[in-house]
């Protein structure tokens, strides 16, 4: 026998039997179950927990933007049943430029980051008690030129980035809370 030799398992009908019963058992014991697939009931979809719940109004623009997606991620963009309770979502954003150039002659580029932070309270409607509170963060970055126009855009982009991301945010915060006190 060699150093590299070895010994093959012993490949049998019985050996490929036991393992592949032994496989399907430990597949069995899965309890695996999505928080938000079709099967549960805080998908956002028409008739379910998240489409009862009411956003409050927003007060800028990036606001808008965080509150319209997640008005269509609850509701999946259908009407929406009965509301139950109610998102009371408060919108900070802040934009800050990394590494400014300021010198009109030399037209390199830099960067920026905006950063979109959102605050809620959920509330029963029935009985106006909050039942959940928490904040969530985004951030998105854009490149900045030599141009004007396109840095407002570039800026403009990055803030409806960032209010996307903290809504889907929100959206798995609040669907949570919504299956934990349910």
Excluded: W
């Amino acid at each position: 026998m060699s150093l590299f030799s070895f010994t093959p398992i012993v490949a049998s009908a019985g050996f490929r039997v036991l393992a592949v019963l032994s496989g399907l058992l430990f597949l069995s014991a899965c309890q695996f179950q999505p928080l938000h697939g079709p099967g549960s009931n805080t998908y956002g979809a028409s008739g379910s927990k998240l489409s009862a719940i009411e956003v409050s109004q927003a007060y800028n623009r990036v606001g808008q933007q965080v509150r319209n997606h997640l008005v269509f991620l609850f509701t999946g963009g259908n009407p929406s049943p009965q509301k139950t309770h109610e998102a009371r979502i408060r919108v900070k954003y802040n934009n800050n430029v990394l590494a400014a150039i300021n010198d009109p002659a030399i037209q390199d580029s830099s960067a920026g980051i905006v950063t979109v932070s959102v605050s809620y309270d959920l509330i029963d409607k029935t009985t106006g008690k909050s039942i959940a509170t928490g904040s969530r963060q985004a951030k998105a970055s854009y490149d900045r030129t030599g141009q004007v126009f396109a840095n407002e855009r570039a800026e403009r982009d990055a803030e409806d980035r960032a209010a996307r991301e903290a809504a889907e945010a929100l959206r798995l915060a609040i669907a949570a809370d919504m299956e934990k006190f349910s």
